[in-house]
């Protein structure tokens, strides 16, 4: 029997050898999550535009109360879209705060944009005062140094403006099919550049409800190092709402196209993995962004992706006995530091990088040789070594080190 034993271990053994087991993938973040889910509705009226805001927010839930295993959590603001209510999307507040987030879902009683943007504004605030408040159900349950806000279509219009206006939105936004039309006169030119929280938006094809796709424009002029658009095939304006209510539903599918549950799980999918990603730090959600499971959708047709991750302001400048490195630092917690790829020969590079470095801003290289030119890339990553896009190439010719041939000089001025 022992013999039996040592047989059967020395198989399992060598099948482990010739056939190791893969990684599992994370969780799939358009199902739900783990937490059980509540919500409670409360009522706050902002005193700069008097709106009266009936909000629903929803959390994740242990014994009648906020889950304290998680806590305190990444919160969000979900704003509705043009003419809808917080009805329409119930269902994302449940599935986000599955993931470990508490969401605040108000309804909006006046669809002036500037109104909409002080009432998210005033409803960050609201959340800041209950986590300081000691007899309120979230009392230090919120994480105010990591607020994200989304919304759909004049919602989203809305997340776009907060995002440029408000500091405490530096960790993350998601649009979702975002649209004003002629109910804003937002100066995206102005404003969007103000915009450094990582940003997605998350779109349908040009339609008549999201003004022809008027997202695209705007995604220009987002300042932000990390952003990105994701486009869901044959998507409509409706495949945003997450509710139950047939008739919402209905309504929406009449003048905006038909809803589709297929689509909106890819919507919800890439919000889950962009906020778990880049407010939760999470990386192993990297690759529902960038890596193999995003790329298994854009393969079937599913969605087209745009992003723009690389380093910006990268030069390079030779010195005397060196190269010297500089870029700008992205001032956000997922860049754990910087790869930098170098070659002799432009566009030729090794698949390894030739130096690392943390989270600085220049580097200076010394193994090189006077008068010779080098090129180099460079590359953020995140702390499980994930790499984002690479820059733009950049080159430079270091100078003779000067103070190396200052003993012959002196000795040949000497001689003379």
């Known amino acids: 029997m022992c013999r039996n034993i040592l047989i059967a271990g020395c198989i399992a053994l060598l099948t482990l050898f010739l056939y190791p087991v893969r990684a599992q993938a994370p969780t799939d973040p358009g199902q739900p999550g783990s937490y059980a889910v509540a919500h409670v509705t409360i009522t706050t009226t902002n005193p700069n535009t008097g709106s009266e805001l009936v909000t629903d927010i929803y959390y994740p839930s242990s014994n009648g109360g906020v889950d304290p295993s998680g806590a305190p959590y990444a919160t969000l603001v979900f704003a509705h879209g043009f003419m809808a209510s917080r009805g329409g999307y119930p269902g994302h507040g449940e599935h986000l705060a599955s993931w470990g987030y508490i969401v605040a879902i108000p309804d909006f009683p006046d669809e002036d944009t500037e109104v909409r943007a002080s009432d998210i504004q005033h409803l960050f605030s609201y959340l800041e005062a209950e986590d300081a408040n000691g007899g309120s159900l979230f009392f230090q349950k919120i994480d105010t140094d990591r607020f994200g806000l989304t919304g759909h279509s004049l919602g989203g219009l809305g997340t776009l403006m907060v995002a440029a206006r408000d500091d405490r939105i530096n960790m993350a936004g998601v649009p979702l099919d975002p649209a004003g039309g002629m109910l804003s006169d937002w100066d995206h030119e102005a404003e969007a550049p103000n915009i450094t929280a ?5 779109g349908a094809p040009a339609q008549l409800c999201n003004n022809s796709a008027e997202y695209n424009d705007w995604y220009l002029h987002i300042g932000a190092t990390h952003k990105a658009k994701f486009v869901i095939a044959n998507g409509t304006h409706c495949d945003f709402m997450n509710t139950d209510d047939e008739m919402q539903l209905i309504g929406c599918s009449f003048m905006c196209g038909e809803f589709s549950e297929e689509r909106l799980e890819i919507a919800v999918r890439y919000m889950t993995a962009w906020f778990n990603y880049y407010l939760r730090l999470d990386t192993n959600y990297y690759t529902y ?4 499971e995003a790329d298994e959708d854009i393969q079937a047709g599913r969605i087209t992706r745009d992003v723009q991750t690389a380093p910006r302001d990268v030069a390079a400048t030779g010195r005397a006995g060196a190269v010297e ?43 090189v040789v006077p008068g010779q030119r080098y090129y180099y890339v460079l590359r953020s990553r995140d702390a499980a070594g994930n790499e984002h896009q690479p820059s733009g190439e950049v080159s430079a010719v270091p100078e003779v080190e000067y103070l190396l041939y200052l003993p012959v000089i002196l000795a040949t001025s000497t001689t003379d």
Request: overall charge negative; cysteine-free.
């Open 198 to 202: 990582p940003l997605v938006v998350i």
């Open 289 to 292: 962004l960038y890596g193999d």
């Open 325 to 367: 490195l500089t870029w700008s630092l992205y001032d956000h917690p997922i860049i754990a530091g910087y790869n930098i790829y170098r070659s002799q020969q432009s566009g030729n590079y090794p698949s390894t990088p030739y130096a690392q470095v943390g989270r600085e801003s220049s580097y200076e290289d010394r193994d």
